[in-house]
């Protein structure tokens, strides 16, 4: 369905949704080479920043190109094996959003609370670690999905009250039964989301005691200041997440669920780049190097 019928809205939204989807390409794969060319943000938290980024990029051009493709073409048409294509990589990647959160999470607490041993236990290996186990759960969670899927039969009318193919809408247009999907979806989805969340609400809760534990109110600053990107990324991507999910459908009150998801899946990825390359100084210098850089490349060619 799209987010609106009617025709005079089509070039608006077809021009805000192609700005914000380059904006936010160009602002996360900055990111991602900022850290990549500077040698001092080779550490744990930039590595999980920099998986953070490029899953982002992932997120968002699951969904807008399709539908940029949608508006510009005047068909909301959606092929069968392009919804199920659509339905595997949101799943992936969103999930992949929500352990690296919590990984990053993990990172701070170890930072913060436990400095003495942060190098031994953060080490190389064990970062690469959580970023692969991270890749391979969320890969094997979405395909399950995706595969359960394949076995349902839709009998029409096939259309979906969304702009892309979410899990949720997919299963109450099934005319079989989705008991098993259902199930998979309570058991598997329910402890892959909540645990990391847990994760990220134990580790603040050890970080805020641990600062409470600081005498020295510069100290304090500092190491509130370490966690407040992180905490503005994951507030932003939890709120939005359990407005779409957890809060009651709205089909019939204007799809109000449909504003939810732009927030979750469009706004959100937008908006990481300027959090850490606002509030992070590191980011910053790296960012300014690159520009500086560049600048002095295109003054020596002219």
Not at 34 to 57: E, K, Q, R, W
Not at 67 to 73: A, D, K, P, Q, V
Not at 79 to 86: D, M, V
Not at 141 to 161: E, M, Y
């Amino acid at each position: 369905m799209g987010l609106s019928e009617h025709p005079e809205q089509q070039p608006l939204l077809f021009g805000l949704f192609l700005g914000m989807y380059l904006v936010t390409v160009w602002g996360n794969l900055l990111i991602i080479l900022a850290i990549g060319s500077d040698v001092h943000l080779h550490t744990p938290m930039y590595l999980f920043l920099a998986n953070l980024s490029f899953s982002d990029i992932g997120f968002i051009s699951t969904v807008i190109p399709k539908m940029l493709n949608n508006i510009g073409s005047g068909s909301k048409r959606i092929s069968y094996g392009g919804c199920l294509t659509q339905l595997y990589f949101f799943g992936l990647f969103a999930d992949l959003d929500n352990f690296l959160l919590s990984v990053m999470a993990l990172d701070r607490y170890m930072a913060i609370s436990q400095p003495l041993h942060y190098a031994i236990t953060m080490n190389s290996q064990r970062c690469i670690l959580l970023v692969a186990g991270s890749w391979v759960v969320t890969t094997f969670h979405a395909l399950v999905h995706t595969l359960l899927v394949t076995r349902l039969s839709f009998c029409g009318p096939n259309v979906i009250p969304h702009f892309f193919c979410d899990l949720v809408p997919l299963l109450k247009l099934a005319c079989s039964s989705t008991h098993v999907n259902d199930l998979v979806l309570i058991l598997v989805a329910g402890t892959l989301l909540i645990a990391p969340f847990v994760c990220i609400l134990t580790s603040y809760f050890y970080i805020a005691l641990a600062i409470l534990g600081i005498d020295s109110p510069k100290g304090k600053q500092k190491a509130f200041s370490n966690c407040t990107s992180h905490l503005s990324v994951v507030s932003l991507f939890y709120t939005t997440a359990i407005g779409v999910y957890l809060c009651p459908p709205s089909y019939p009150s204007g799809g109000k669920d449909r504003v939810f998801s732009v927030m979750y899946t469009v706004v959100t990825p937008l908006l990481n780049p300027f959090i850490y390359s606002l509030r992070n100084r590191d980011i910053k210098g790296a960012l300014g190097k690159i520009l500086r850089r560049n600048m002095f490349n295109t003054l020596s060619w002219d």
